[in-house]
């Protein structure tokens, strides 16, 4: 997803990647988001939204493909995001799919590498590539924590993509697998990214 978003001068900003930065430095909205995790509860909207809005921030002067924000109403409507938004993709992937998915992802604790065992395999399994040392399944990555998980974010959805949905800027794309979905997205940005100058795009 990196490399494709920078194919289209893109940055790639990842709510995933920042909240796990922020847990492995222990800063305050991974301390925050810690509390929520440990009990297999979503992550605070607020904490979300300071995360990302900070990140933006940074990259004022950039287009942006935001992945994974904002998953709810109360991360939408915040101010510093209103005018931001300029095309919007919905991924509609069947729930067993994507538990099966994010139930098969590992990490190495100490640098935060993600594995992932169907498509992003370790060298030796079960250990980290860079260091040699054990892997770990988080809680939250386990099938029932991932299952939970996804029945929340799915209801708080459904009004985002009603939303934008309304407002003319939703593309949905359903499958199963990223090589078959992707060609579709591709050719979407190829027809709409060029003309952007002002606005972020996710």
């Not at 222990?26 to 988001?33: E, F, L």
């Not at 509390?35 to 004022?60: C, F, N, W």
């Not at 040392?133 to 974010?153: G, M, T």
């Amino acid at each position: 997803m990196r490399e494709d978003a920078q194919n289209f001068g893109l940055q790639h900003l990842s709510s995933g990647h920042f909240l796990r930065e922020n847990l492995k430095a222990s800063m305050q909205v991974g301390d925050t988001a810690k509390q929520y995790l440990q009990k297999g509860l979503l992550v605070p909207d607020h904490a979300i939204t300071r995360l990302m809005v900070s990140e933006l921030e940074t990259r004022s002067t950039q287009h942006c493909l935001l992945d994974g924000f904002p998953r709810t109403l109360e991360q939408v409507e915040e101010e510093a995001l209103d005018r931001i938004c300029d095309l919007v993709i919905n991924l509609n992937i069947p729930f067993e799919t994507l538990k099966d998915l994010l139930s098969r992802r590992w990490i190495h604790p100490s640098s935060g590498s993600v594995y992932n065992l169907d498509f992003n395999l370790p060298q030796v399994l079960g250990v980290d590539d860079i260091t040699g040392e054990p892997l770990v399944q988080q809680e939250d990555d386990k099938p029932e924590a991932v299952a939970a998980k996804l029945r929340q974010l799915k209801d708080a959805a459904k009004p985002v993509i009603e939303l934008y949905k309304s407002q003319g800027v939703l593309h949905q794309f359903s499958g199963t697998e990223t090589n078959k979905i992707w060609p579709y997205v591709y050719t979407l940005f190829s027809n709409r990214i060029t003309p952007i100058r002002s606005k972020e795009a996710y």
